[in-house]
């Protein structure tokens, strides 16, 4: 808990603070990396720092806790801290590095407000950095010990490739040691870390989609944009059957609750890639669950995992599948062309809504659920790339 003294400080200049965060933010990363540049070439995502996303996470994050300790003292913000950590997790992040992070932020604070960060301004700050990066590695410090995973890192063997669409590839990988793959939640992610062609070994997080015990397996899309995506690329373009991969323990905060409630799994584009998981551990598991499944996409044929879907629909006894594309590419329903609508669809009493993709389709469809009288701690995302909704 903050303390009186910092908490009064913190209020005070709170909108002055959050109105130069963006910027503090910006410059942050310039001087981290200008000192460490290894941790942009080995550790931050080159495309999310160029993109600017990654600072406007940053920032969202500094501000939302900050608000949090001042107006809810009492109920820290469990949600944020929790996704934080299990993105850290994934990457390694060890505590003595936030002692780095503390350093270029508070040169960063300094060099944007100037006088304004007065002793008492500057010391009230640095106890908001430390209550949240002590409640960060006290959360990763226990995924870390939680873990059956040997190291941060595993080599794995690719065993398997398989094409899902022109732009969406499954891979099957199996530990190189022999030792067994690690226990895994429906919804979880793995860490992907690979060498590029300069040098740098860039990571990026994908979703486990199968059920196999023997290995692990997840799709990667091909990520177009600006600027394209690294890693993405490099895993269509050079890695087949017998490359090594080194993966990461799996970690994850949004994983289907166990139980027999009902439950809605929504996606869109390669937003499907938890939710196959999460279908498939039902199928697996031959859930009595009621299940109502919900994907959207461009057309058929960007649809990856589509016969999956059906297939694991068909093998659930309360299941139904429902989807939507944009512009179909042969006969579809008039009434599934086009947007989400979910209120055409029956939605049980008591459902548990789990939702990933784009922001605008995880904002659309968070408000159609609260119509349909669906509870807010009831509806659960998950985002590719820096959380820019949970930041705010």
């Not at 942050?28 to 995502?45: C, M, Q, V």
């Not at 806790?65 to 997790?89: G, Q, S, W």
């Not at 598991?285 to 009621?290: F, L």
């Amino acid at each position: 808990m903050l303390s009186a003294k910092s908490a009064e400080t913190i209020r005070a200049t709170l909108p002055a603070v959050g109105g130069a965060i963006a910027e503090i933010s910006s410059v942050f990363y310039d001087k981290l990396f200008a000192a460490h540049p290894e941790l942009l070439r080995d550790l931050f995502n080159r495309g999310n720092q160029a993109n600017g996303t990654q600072q406007q996470a940053l920032a969202g994050a500094i501000a939302a806790f900050a608000t949090a300790l001042v107006e809810n003292p009492d109920t820290p913000p469990e949600t944020m801290l929790n996704r934080i950590a299990h993105k850290h997790a994934s990457l390694g992040i060890a505590r003595d590095q936030y002692y780095v992070v503390h350093t270029h932020l508070f040169a960063a604070i300094s060099e944007v407000l100037g006088e304004a960060v007065t002793d008492d301004v500057a010391a009230a700050w640095s106890e908001v950095y430390w209550l949240l990066a002590d409640s960060l590695s006290s959360i990763e410090d226990r995924l870390y010990a939680e873990s059956d995973h040997p190291g941060t890192w595993r080599d794995y063997r690719v065993v398997g490739r398989y094409a899902e669409t022109d732009d969406a590839i499954t891979l099957l990988a199996r530990p190189a040691d022999g030792l067994p793959v690690p226990s895994r939640l429906p919804g979880q992610y793995v860490s992907v870390q690979v060498e590029l062609p300069d040098g740098a070994r860039q990571i990026r997080q994908y979703s486990l989609t199968g059920t196999r015990t023997d290995a692990v397996e997840f799709t990667v899309k091909n990520a177009r944009g600006t600027p394209d995506g690294e890693v993405s690329g490099h895993l269509h373009r050079h890695v087949t059957e017998g490359d090594l991969l080194q993966l990461s323990a799996p970690f994850g905060d949004v994983t289907l609750d166990e139980g027999d409630g009902p439950v809605l799994l929504a996606s869109a584009g390669i937003g499907c890639t938890p939710m196959i998981g999460m279908l498939g551990h039902l199928a697996s598991t031959d859930s009595p669950r009621q299940v109502v499944a919900v994907h959207a996409d461009r057309s058929e044929r960007t649809h990856a995992r589509r016969a999956e879907f059906d297939q694991l629909v068909t093998k659930l006894p309360n299941a139904t599948g429902h989807v939507w594309y944009e512009a179909p590419e042969a006969e579809h329903p008039g009434d599934r062309t086009g947007l989400v609508d979910l209120s055409t669809l029956n939605i049980p009493e008591g459902t548990t809504a789990y939702l990933c993709g784009p922001l605008p389709f995880l904002r659309a469809l968070r408000a159609q659920l609260l119509d349909r009288g669906v509870p807010a701690d009831d509806i659960r995302y998950e985002v590719f790339g820096p959380d820019m909704w949970l930041a705010r």
